[in-house]
C-alpha cells in the first residue's frame, strides 16, 4: 500500500490532496502538543466546512461547531444544549488553538493548501517508509525558501497514511526552527453517516 504514495505518478502531496477531494466527511481523533500543554478531541467534518470538536482534554465535555454559512462558532463548555452557550467569531481567541489555529481553518484539506503553498515557495524532501503507530506511513518534510512561511509556518514534517493520504502525524516549525505543534491523528473513519442535526447550532 506504500507504493500508492510512493510510486504514483503524481507526487505524494498532490496524491494525497487528489484523495481528500473524493471524500465528503471524515471523524478522527486527534491530540496536540504545543509549548508542553496537551489537548485531545474528537474532531468531525463535512463539506463544505461544516466542523464539531468534542473535547476529551482539557475542559472534558465542550463541545465546539462551526458553521461555514453562518460563518461562527458556537461553544457549550459544558456538553452541548447546556447553558451557557457562547456564539464566537472563529478568530476568537478563546478557541484558538495554542498555536494559534482557528476551527475555520483546522481541517486536513486547510492543511494540504498550506503545504501545497510552501512547496511552491520551497522544497520538499521524501524521505522515504517510516514506522509509526506499528504502521508504515510515507514520510516527507516541505520548507519554504529565504524564511517563506504560510500561517507561521516555515517546515512542515508529515507522515502520511499510504492507504488513505490522510496525515498521521504533522509536525509543524517557525524559521527559527522551534517546534511549533505536533499533531497526531488515529481511529480515522471516512464518509461516515452523520445525524441530520449533528452540526446544528
Not at 21 to 47: E, G, P, W
Not at 76 to 95: C, E, H, V
Not at 127 to 132: K, N, W
Request: charged share 20%.
Amino acid at each position: 500500500m506504500v507504493s500508492l504514495l510512493l510510486s504514483g505518478s503524481a507526487p505524494p502531496i498532490q496524491s494525497a490532496i487528489e484523495q481528500y477531494q473524493k471524500i465528503a466527511s471524515y471523524r478522527m481523533q486527534i491530540r496536540t502538543t504545543s509549548d508542553k500543554q496537551t489537548s485531545v478531541f474528537l474532531y468531525f467534518f463535512k463539506k463544505p466546512g461544516y466542523v464539531r470538536v468534542e473535547l476529551q482534554k482539557p475542559f472534558k465535555g465542550a463541545v465546539l461547531i462551526y458553521d461555514p454559512v453562518k460563518k461562527q462558532a458556537r461553544l457549550w463548555p459544558f456538553g452541548r444544549q447546556s447553558l451557557p452557550a457562547l456564539t464566537l467569531s472563529p478568530d476568537n481567541r478563546l478557541i484558538k488553538s495554542p498555536s494559534g489555529q482557528r476551527i475555520d481553518q483546522s481541517d486536513v484539506g486547510t492543511l494540504f493548501q498550506n503545504t501545497k503553498t510552501l512547496q511552491s515557495h520551497g522544497k520538499t524532501d521524501l524521505l522515504g517508509v517510516a514506522r509509526l503507530g506499528g504502521k508504515d506511513t510515507v514520510h516527507l518534510t516541505v520548507e519554504g525558501d529565504n524564511g517563506f512561511s504560510v500561517a507561521s509556518v516555515h517546515r512542515y514534517q508529515l507522515w502520511l497514511d499510504p492507504a488513505t493520504g490522510f496525515p498521521v502525524k504533522v509536525s509543524s516549525y517557525n524559521t527559527a526552527g522551534q517546534l511549533l505543534e505536533t499533531v497526531e491523528m488515529e481511529a480515522l473513519e471516512l464518509n461516515p453517516d452523520f445525524p441530520n442535526d449533528f452540526f446544528d447550532q
